[in-house]
C-alpha cells in the first residue's frame, strides 16, 4: 500500500529551466494538495484540488501551475524556474467525501533545488 | 501576526517526562485542529486531530483546545527519544480546504 507517491524525489534545475513534478495516491481521496517547506517556515499551500476536475491557489502559487489529471494524480508544473523556487515539495491527499476538514496524508517529498 | 504559531523552540526534556507543545492561532472560524510530526529529512505525518473544545488522548499523546482562547496544546506523556522531531500545528480554516501550518516546534528527548 503505497499512499502518496512523488516523482522525482531530488531534482537541480537551472534557472529558466521547466518541470513537472508528479504524484499520484491510491486510497481514493477527493482532495489533493501541494506543498512547498523553506527553513523556519512550515508548510505553505501553494495549490489544492478539492475534487477530481477542480482546482485552486493556495497562499503562494505564483509561478507555478497545476493539473488533476484524474482522481489519483495532480502534478505541479514550474515553467520557469527561479532561485527562489528551491525548496522541499510535499504532495498530500485527504478523504473529504464527507466533511472537508480531514487530516492530510503526505508524501516523501520532492528535494528541488534552482541553480 | 502570523495566522498559526509556534514557538520554534527547541524544547529539551529528559526522557519519561511530559513535553508540552503550544500553538496559538489568528481565525477564530477555525474549526479544525490537527498536530503533525516530522523527523528530520521526511515527511509530516499525523499525531492527532481535534474538532472540539477540551482533551483528547490517544495513547501518550493528548491534544487540549481552547477556542475561546484560540489555543490548541499537545501533550506527550512518557516522552522517548524516538519522540525527538519537529512537531507542526495545523488550523483548517472554517472548515474549508485550506489548512494553515504553524512553523513547528523542535522537540529534543535527552536520553
Known amino acids: 500500500n503505497a499512499g502518496v507517491t512523488q516523482t522525482p524525489k531530488f531534482q537541480v534545475l537551472k534557472t529558466g529551466q521547466s518541470m513537472t513534478l508528479q504524484c499520484a495516491q491510491d486510497?481514493?481521496?477527493?482532495?489533493m494538495y501541494w506543498y512547498r517547506q523553506d527553513p523556519g517556515m512550515g508548510l505553505r499551500l501553494i495549490y489544492y484540488s478539492a475534487s477530481e476536475g477542480t482546482t485552486d491557489k493556495g497562499e503562494v502559487p505564483n509561478g507555478y501551475n497545476v493539473s488533476r489529471l484524474n482522481k489519483r494524480e495532480f502534478s505541479l508544473r514550474l515553467e520557469s524556474a527561479a532561485p527562489s523556487q528551491t525548496s522541499v515539495y510535499f504532495c498530500?491527499?485527504?478523504?473529504?467525501?464527507?466533511?472537508?476538514?480531514?487530516?492530510?496524508?503526505f508524501g516523501d517529498g520532492t528535494r528541488l533545488s534552482i541553480l | 501576526q502570523k495566522e498559526v504559531e509556534q514557538n520554534s523552540g527547541p524544547l529539551s526534556v529528559p526522557e519519561g517526562a511530559i513535553a508540552s507543545l503550544n500553538c496559538t492561532y489568528s481565525d477564530r472560524g477555525s474549526q479544525s485542529f490537527f498536530w503533525y510530526r516530522q523527523y528530520s529529512g521526511k515527511s509530516p505525518e499525523l499525531i492527532m486531530f481535534?474538532?472540539?473544545?477540551g482533551d483528547k488522548e490517544d495513547g501518550r499523546f493528548t491534544a487540549q483546545l481552547n477556542k475561546a482562547s484560540q489555543y490548541v496544546s499537545l501533550l506527550i506523556r512518557d516522552s522517548q527519544p524516538s519522540d525527538s522531531a519537529t512537531y507542526l500545528c495545523a488550523v483548517n480554516k472554517g472548515g474549508g480546504f485550506k489548512t494553515i501550518f504553524g512553523a513547528g516546534t523542535r522537540l529534543f528527548v535527552k536520553a
Open positions: 498530500a491527499s485527504s478523504d473529504t467525501a464527507v466533511i472537508s476538514n480531514q487530516p492530510q496524508h
Open positions: 486510497m481514493n481521496h477527493n482532495s
Open positions: 481535534i474538532y472540539s473544545n
